[in-house]
């Protein structure tokens, strides 16, 4: 069975930075393109960096642009989200997704085949 969980989210104050994890059990990354999302309560589901089983990365997203690094180690399987210089509107929960395509299209349209429980981040003014 395959499961994916997020960590590393929490209360940060505006300016700083979080590192969220995404651990898998059942799958390999080195496998998989893996996403990171967020979402809000009302609001739809934000697509913010995806990479793919062979390394390519995409990070277009407007909002986060210059502040949001997608990573992945593949020797403990896991795939980072590093957030730096934090915004209250960056407050959402944030969840990590995986599809077995290497084209990152899937991910940006938000198909995946596995996705996490999410973790809530919450950024104080």
């Known amino acids: 069975q395959v499961q994916l969980a997020e960590s590393g989210g929490g209360l940060v104050q505006a300016g700083g930075s979080l590192r969220l994890s995404c651990a898998a059990s059942?799958?390999?990354?080195?496998?998989?393109?893996v996403g990171w999302f967020r979402q809000t309560p009302g609001k739809e589901r934000d697509f913010i960096a995806a990479?793919?089983?062979?390394?390519?990365?995409?990070n277009d997203a407007d909002s986060v642009k210059g502040r949001f690094t997608i990573s992945r180690d593949d020797a403990v399987n896991m795939v980072y989200l590093q957030m730096s210089s934090l915004k209250p509107e960056d407050t959402a929960v944030y969840y990590c997704a995986a599809h077995p395509d290497y084209d990152l299209g899937f991910l940006k349209a938000g198909l995946y085949d596995h996705r996490g429980q999410g973790t809530q981040v919450t950024v104080s003014p």
């Open positions: 990479i793919s089983w062979n390394g390519i990365i995409t």
């Open positions: 059942g799958l390999r990354f080195s496998a998989y393109s």
